[in-house]
């Protein structure tokens, strides 16, 4: 188990953590956790060895393997598939071995050991992780330096799933991945063998993937079991106790007070008055919980236009020549709150820029209201922040006109206060840039307001906020993220964005998260529509088939060669009549080996049949 002792630590002279002590329990999946610039990033690198202790212990059990994504992949030339399967340095150290080795003994252990971690298998584990996250079988063999660092990120996240190391922590591992990405994720955490520690603000993830929550407040951690909404519960039920408590402790002072206040200058009472003094001196303080300052949006509220404010009509859109959407037909009025669901790549943030008059269209008609102001936040507008000025300076250079003492208030609107009004924008938290980003996009009042992962970085509070402001919101809502309960809570209609098109949704989200887990089961396809021809392979996945062919004959060929050295082994007769506890021994491992060649020679005929396919 994972057991936090008397934790000490300050960073820069501002402590984080003072006599913080807690117990993970082997095989628990826990979610961390806290306010933002509590310390859970911090408390990561303590657990990893990053930083030194201060004060205190963290123990793990002997030679437990941590693993975490701390950044990028590089981007080099290695293929994705290739750099997930890197990950389990243990496999790639053993299959290297298995190439060299000239001891037989030596040779049937690594056999044994690839076989106890289904090393034959890591393909197939890698491919199905990297689908999961949005690689297609294509992408899985193009080289890292293919990809964004966004996407890079997904396949540093990949590569730690692949590894399975004993400790697993995550760090909002969501804010990178779409909402196909989040549930698969959330799916595979449920379903990961070992320890799982993970920091997150997705209050779907922390009530459906883990059973505990480390809770990370005044410098002390507090394990609580269950999922969040139990964790809200009881902190809830804890408040109220303790607020109870000190309202009856407070009357008792005041009762005590009295009495001293009114006869300490009797003699007849002194003694009375100074026994109270005493009890009152001895009287431990019940503090009851102090809220943190209640987080709160305020977005200004735009004047009604007519409806529809948008309407296209057999639209399309794309980029130079090539059409990503077409035959739309949408229409948008003013108290919509609408969701955008649909895979990655295929076409949201394409529909989120013409709606918000980033890209033109292509062809059909377009009309919209000649009043219509629109607000448009992605996440690259807060990596574009100014980093040099402050929020109050942003403000300035959009509003010039307008008085300090305003702009000010505005800030504090979104939970930006004096002190992070005069914080150069790169020493502020993730969490301020994002309400700075949301503040500018909103300023002009905006009838519409398309929202990209509008929740990345932002604590659980700030997200109630969020929903609770765009519930008030008299302005049109486009939204697009991987966070469940914020589509639950604020889209009315769900529009499904695949096959190039945009349609409604008509079911639930409930409905569209479990087709997302089962979409690896065979689909149905309609009778009355024609068998479409499946489209022919191109060059490169041929030749990749090709090449995992060869991977599998090597392979098969490999197993052979050891098993021969096995057999010869084994027909020594001294075994049998001077050394039998050895020949068991011999004997088992021959016995798992010719189970790996079964395996190798079954992956080597499915490779086979699929080059035949291909090539057919």
């Known amino acids: 188990m994972l057991r936090i002792t008397d934790l000490t630590f300050n960073i820069e002279g501002r402590p984080l953590f003072e006599a913080a002590s807690?117990?993970?329990?082997?095989?628990?999946?826990?979610?961390?956790?806290?306010?933002?610039?509590?310390?859970?990033?911090?408390?990561?690198?303590?657990?990893?060895?990053?930083?030194?202790?201060?004060?205190?212990?963290?123990?793990?059990?002997?030679?437990?393997?941590?693993?975490?994504?701390?950044?990028?992949?590089?981007?080099?030339?290695?293929?994705?598939?290739?750099?997930?399967?890197?990950?389990?340095?243990?496999?790639a150290a053993l299959l290297h071995e298995a190439e060299t080795a000239t001891d037989p003994a030596r040779i049937a252990e690594v056999q044994t050991r690839l076989a106890d971690i289904d090393a034959w298998s890591a393909e197939a584990r890698a491919s199905s992780i990297l689908r999961g996250l949005g690689f297609d079988a294509a992408e899985q063999l193009m080289p890292c330096s293919a990809f964004s660092g966004g996407w890079r990120m997904r396949v540093a996240l990949a590569a730690v799933l692949f590894s399975q190391p004993d400790y697993l922590l995550l760090d909002e591992p969501t804010n990178y991945l779409d909402l196909e990405g989040a549930l698969w994720l959330e799916n595979y955490l449920v379903k990961y063998p070992h320890t799982v520690l993970i920091i997150s603000h997705d209050r779907e993830l922390l009530n459906r993937a883990v059973g505990g929550i480390l809770h990370l407040e005044d410098r002390k951690l507090t394990y609580y079991s269950g999922n969040y909404d139990q964790f809200a519960r009881q902190r809830a039920a804890q408040r109220a106790v303790l607020t109870a408590a000190a309202k009856k402790q407070d009357a008792r002072r005041a009762h005590l007070q009295s009495f001293v206040d009114r006869f300490k200058a009797k003699a007849s009472k002194a003694k009375q008055a100074q026994s109270r003094v005493k009890m009152l001196e001895k009287m431990e303080t019940i503090r009851a919980p102090e809220d943190a300052a209640r987080t709160v949006f305020s977005f200004p509220e735009p004047e009604e236009l007519s409806p529809p404010i948008i309407s296209i009509e057999n639209g399309s859109v794309g980029y130079g020549d090539t059409v990503v959407l077409r035959n739309l037909n949408l229409r948008i009025d003013q108290d919509d709150r609408i969701a955008l669901l649909g895979k990655n790549g295929q076409g949201k943030s394409t529909l989120s820029k013409l709606l918000s008059g980033r890209l033109a269209a292509m062809g059909g008609k377009t009309t919209q209201s000649s009043k219509l102001r629109i607000g448009f936040f992605a996440q690259h507008q807060v990596d574009e922040l100014r980093v040099e000025e402050t929020p109050l300076q942003h403000l300035l250079r959009e509003r010039p006109a307008e008085g300090q003492a305003k702009l000010r208030a505005r800030l504090a609107g979104f939970g930006l206060g004096a002190a992070q009004a005069e914080t150069e924008v790169g020493r502020l938290s993730g969490g301020q840039k994002a309400r700075l980003s949301l503040l500018l996009a909103t300023l002009p009042a905006p009838h519409l307001l398309i929202l990209d992962e509008p929740t990345n970085h932002l604590d659980i509070e700030s997200r109630e906020a969020l929903v609770e402001a765009l519930t008030a919101y008299s302005g049109a809502v486009i939204l697009v993220s991987h966070d469940m309960h914020l589509l639950s809570m604020v889209a009315d209609r769900l529009w499904l964005v695949s096959d190039g098109t945009v349609r409604p949704y008509e079911e639930d989200l409930e409905t569209y998260r479990k087709m997302l887990l089962q979409s690896d089961a065979p689909a149905r396809k309609d009778k009355d529509k024609p068998r479409e021809a499946?489209?022919?392979?191109?060059?490169?996945?041929?030749?990749?088939?090709?090449?995992?062919?060869?991977?599998?004959?090597?392979?098969?060929?490999?197993?052979?060669?050891?098993?021969?050295k096995l057999a010869k082994k084994l027909a020594d007769p001294r075994l049998y009549d001077e050394r039998k506890d050895e020949l068991v021994v011999w004997q088992k491992k021959y016995a798992e080996l010719r189970e790996a060649l079964e395996r190798a020679e079954a992956m080597w005929m499915t490779a086979l049949e699929k080059l035949e396919k291909a090539e057919a």
């Open 534 to 564: 499946a489209p022919k392979p191109s060059r490169d996945q041929i030749l990749a088939l090709r090449a995992d062919v060869r991977k599998c004959e090597e392979r098969v060929n490999k197993l052979n060669e050891m098993g021969d």
């Open 22 to 91: 807690a117990t993970i329990p082997t095989g628990h999946k826990v979610g961390l956790i806290g306010r933002n610039g509590a310390g859970k990033t911090t408390l990561f690198k303590l657990i990893r060895g990053e930083l030194p202790l201060e004060g205190g212990t963290i123990s793990l059990p002997a030679r437990a393997r941590i693993g975490g994504v701390a950044q990028e992949v590089p981007g080099n030339e290695v293929s994705l598939l290739d750099t997930v399967l890197a990950a389990d340095t243990e496999r």
